[in-house]
């Protein structure tokens, strides 16, 4: 469908953007979806002063480089987490605050909603990112945990992403959750309850990444028939199972690249992603965005890694099927 | 084994053939193979006029592009089948007639003789295609069927279908069922029977269609050992099977390319088909002929698709080996 | 649950009625869902004759034997199939008449609804049976066949069901079509589709049978999820796939009970139905109905196999918990 | 083997002891694994007076009935875990007291100190349970976790269960963990680090449970192996996953028995869980306590299922070989 | 079919016949198939006494037990083995003589001969047992072998066991090859081989255990199928894999039993050994003969075993099916 | 990882090492593998004549090609083997002499230390190899095999390979045992076992090569983990299962080609070779040697082979990552 193929630029912020800008651009990537984190891209510069992004627009143009969405993942996951000292290192100062974690979780559904603003700035239309979850910690339900606890969590992320997703609307930008663990939503039926309780608000919606669903075993295609009017961003992101007997799906507090993990994250083409139905299912829904290449993989080079799955992109991004086969066969009446 | 790759022109038939020929020699393929519908092949048009082969040849040549063998599929299936509306619609008028029903079945299995004829005037060895069925309708036996219903209908083949392959023998030209459901072979143990009913015919094989075995489960490679001697002609065309639980093997009279069917034709290489094994026992058995892409993937667009496969089949096309290891360990004997 | 289990009398309608209620009491069946067929239920006796349903009744009772259910497969096959001599077999000498397609399918309307009729005189509330279908034999599609054309299908059905449907509302009896292939409904898709069309007539649901389902590839407990308030009556059957690469999910136009098909039905418990499942789903659904076997197994000693699958069933009939654990573990507060 | 069978008494904590204990006898245990919750085996009690004991035992004893091991699952929870509002439910008032959660941590210790005092009186080696974990929340490494973030998660385990081990080791009671996820550990690599953490303390083992080790696909003959030495009780618990593309193996913070989970408990022998190789890995390691059947199952009536479960144990609990197959046909020789 | 079931006594020559013919006689064995070895059945006594015969009848019969078939499994393998000293161990004194091979082969060739006479005499038409092998030790092809070793090692077969045959033939008597590894046959191939060389000799065929064929990935209904008139008789004895990744098929020179392994035999019923579908093909080619329980599972105490596994077989062996369902459907018409 | 890729020169002996230095040179092989027949390296003119390897070396560069380990599998088989007729094919006249079985073990164990020479001489520091083993004809243990004839098996592999192994030590050479059946190492089990029978000799090791290990069903990444620090050397070598119900595993002494076989060789990357975690697993234990395509395939021409097996290695042989992502995610913190 000669959709966009982007890199998401999250992996390589340690990395100033022109140096990631001149490889992508030399690897032959069409854009970058901006992180909101390192100097990829700075809300608080974007919004206190005009020039900010006119200068990131001309820095990739100059490399021949879109950008359609931008990322907040970091500062999202504070606005409904209960905040640890983790979460200190992922967001800037001026989110952190006192540390107090209530302080901390109004501050960053602030900046989420700033972000926005400077998307509109921009001129992108799409942010995706985390929304946090109050009842993660609670998955496995041992103490025995009522609903009413997890019902308390979904109504506290509807209080605190409505007003989110209003501003959204008014900027007329549209959110894309990456349903994963440690989100409100991580699977089908939980992103259902989230839509659920947020009433279906037109700004919220999903950045489809399927990398998350693999180690859940449920089918990233399922997942696109059930919400096809709400993908609106896609990562393409991998994960590969890596079950032996002794290694378990939660994966054991071993970190990533573990090779005792009972799952992990690997390039693109490389998991048990199958990204054939994945095209065709994307190709029903018609969706029209970029395809963003999230590369994540702890035992590869990262470069290399950025190039072959450039590749497997290009090599899958087909369009759909113009001709009916049963007309051309028809053609035997003369 | 460098055979041939040609394109079955089948699904192509809404293009003139001097179209289609430009952009098959384009994308690489070694030659054609014509379907005796739309302008392609006409078997009326090549008996009375001896330039129209001729011509035929000049324009594919002027391309470079082969041709070894014509299809005559469509009208092929009405020598056997009960006729309904939907035949009307894959014959020439010629044929049709008034449509009634023994008429229509008559005058195709002349036509199948004639395009024997035409086929030895255009140089062409092999002429493939379908034969219909008389039995296929009552697939499950329910209400009960006793085997004699069964018989009646490969006595019913046997009886329209020994004159036409006499007429081929005479031709020198060999005719490849396509072992495909509604056909009265469509797996294994129905091909062993009609080749007993048609009393082994010398001018009756197969076109060998690894695609209509994949959704019955049964295994090409076993299909090619069983009827080594028989295989007249190769289809390079792929299925997949899309079981999820709620979707049918039988496919629940959904259309092709409707996602809740329970299997689907796609692009050759994107399937369950395993084309190693099968290239393996063709060169095993000794096959010669070309190996033919009937390109039908109701979910990709058909340029993008016919590229791709003819790399995938360049890729698998090898030749067997012509030396024996232990001879080569066996050097070390000075 | 304790649910009835009846065997199902179709497969033992050589047996005279006495002789198999008095084998199934002896081996321990709750009841008997009578065949309309044999002596064992005879549609035109029960509305002539005041007394014959009295009879039926006191034999049973003699037996201890319960009958909350008959069954018409053979004679609603006939309502909406094209009609060839196979039905001729299958159908009362009143019913094939002049054998004229469009006769044999009238009155076979009519004897279904007669079916009602004597069903409320006996005292039964369900009847089961198959529907036929004017577009089973265009199950392939092949030559290309147009939507339209099973539309049609469909409609008709609607159009020689409606009225019956009717009747039966009328008789405060409901129909449960056996989900099977040759039925207008054979498995979840077309099931939906069968509902649509006649636009969910409150007295069509399904006789729930799982063995037809297995050789589909269709998740038994899919079907009873998604239909859950139309699951009227269950048939216990098994069905088992016998697929080594040679043989057709197909099965090759050979009978039942032949080694070289690619599945058959074979005593419940022996197959690849897995009953815990489906015990479950029908306790989440409330089902109360009776769990009846129809035993069919071309390669076992029928008695031996109605034994083992009533033991079998004994073994899965399980009631649902009625204790919260979490209440339990809760305990620890004093 | 002929191993006692014993049934946790956990989830059936709403009935008397005496009523349960009759009903466990007339099913044909030979034991009760007490909890330490309802009035199966109150700790409080055990130490201020010195016949409760006593009557428990002739309670036990008029119904035929042993007790080897007593279970504080609850109450150890609460050692290691952050403490929420979950936590009031599982534990006795004096536990909980003003709900400070190091405050309850602490209690909490004593208390399984306490049982060790108990059981030694009761005359009972082993007490089962679980240890808590103030890590388990930090389960999915987003936001970024650092290992010593899970490091000192198990010092923290090692400071608060080194001190309770070494009383057990004074009492001459052993601690059985069940692994378990929201516990220290969880499967084979936590288990380990565990152990490591606690520096292999001898009074430090395992309840092995297979139930929690299938839904994250742990072989539980790879756990016993591993640990041998460390098996000091066994529970019979199944558990079966329930995948089908929709459902999470996570299972969507939705409730035990709900059908669209990925994986629930069932009653023993109804799941995945093979038992015939774990007994043969019991005999192996000479283990020769009980077989517990920790009997849970949303979806099955439990009196049902505890005979049932039973039954199952019956069945697979056999003794090792004692002969040697080569010396019996070595008897050839004469 | 209720065939005879019966127990091999090789696994039980530490017994004397006396005690072993009373425990399966208790444990409701038909019969016991003598094994040449222990003093259960011993040749060179039968052959020398003519009471011995008439002895162990009246002793079987004291305890109700028939005797079908015995066996010579340890002298046959000797008959075409290289000989080491591990044939000592399993052959009488009188065989192996001086030990040297060549001799040791010939008298076990008179040996195995001598059996069939004694078999006469005892009125058993069926002597099971095994050939050995010379080129079983060059499984795996390396160093580089030739066809020619492999044919020489067949022919070394037919010339040893010809003559032994042509004796059976006068005896009335019929030889039952077990197809094992380290026999002439092992597998399919390695079956058709053998009968090759022996042209197909009447007396030659197999003793069907499809134990032996489990690690070997061979089907053994696929075995039944291809011999179906060969199958001279039937053990009943189970294997599994267990295979985790670490374990070889090959076993790594692992004794029986050892969990490292990657297969082992296990009780009857524990293994992977379908023998629901084995009961249909030997009830398809008309097998009339016992099915004779072979016990060998290094983990199981064997008495338990024994019991067990006779359930089992009395559970499956059920006869065929006597009606047609068509027809029973077929009284639809009256 | 850029390491070097190389071809193993063992199944190209038919030709001299000029002309294949040529072909490898043209493929793009980075180097070449010498075997130790042929012309490729011949130990007897390295030792005698000074001027030999620097002939070698001088042509190998005049390709390009860098020559870093040899390979002496064919006189390495002789070492510990019972001798036959097959081994006189695969060693030099002066290796085997009069034939006499244990001279010819002699004279190979001398050979195999000369290789270490000449190898010194030629700068090469590992010499891969077979080790023969004088137990693997007792792989299946009927006749009932003792441990204490395996253990035997071992200890004169430890008596042969010890002084073998010290005079690699003086050459400053270590041996790469390539693991596979016939040889005294064939899986995990049996190389743990030989490494314990010589003593964890330092210049003893492994040539690792996961062809040899897809048909015992061994994860090749587990062998990689288990002896991280032994592995010397790489062989790219692939292999496919084959199994059909009919073939087994054991593969029916049948040529390595034959369709029939459970298994057999195919070209690197049409195997069942899972090739991208054994890169991770040779990057974790920072093998840094080279990858050494060992091609074999009967059904498939080699020179096409040697190039797509090149290509496939190219496109796996990625370096490990240098980045943690937390530390990317982390630059969220400003």
Redesign the interface.
Known sequence: MSRLVTLFT?????LPLETLAAKASDWGFDGLELAC??DHFEVDKALEDDGYVTAKRDLLEAHGLACVAISTH??G?CVCDPIDE????????RV?GDGDPEGVRQRAAQEVIDTACAAERFGVEVVNGFTGSS?????????????A??DA?YTDFADRWTPIMDAYARHGVRFGLEV???EIA?????AR?ALDAIGNHPSFGFNFDPSHLI?????P??FI??FSDRIFHVHIKDARL?????????S??????D??R?WDF?SPG?GDVKW??II??L??IGYQGPLSIEW???????E??AH?ALEMVR?QD??????A??????????
């Open positions: 999250g992996q390589w912020a340690d984190w390192g970091l500062v996951q983790r979460h200190r290192a992922i967001v800037p100062d952190w009842v993660w910690s609670k998955l496995y339900f041992f103490p025995p945990t009522p609903q606890d997890i969590g994963h663990p440690t991580y699977d089908i039926h939980t309850r180690p859940q075993f449920v089918d295609v399922a028939n059930e890596q079950l032996d007997g002794r290694s378990s799906i939660l054991s507090h071993l970190d990533f690249g090779p005792r009972g690997v490389r054939d139905p065709r299912a190709n029903r994540e993989d702890s035992g590869m080079d990262r290399w890694g072959e090599g087909f369009a759909p099927n113009e001709v086969f049963d007309a051309a066969f028809g053609d035997g009446h003369e």
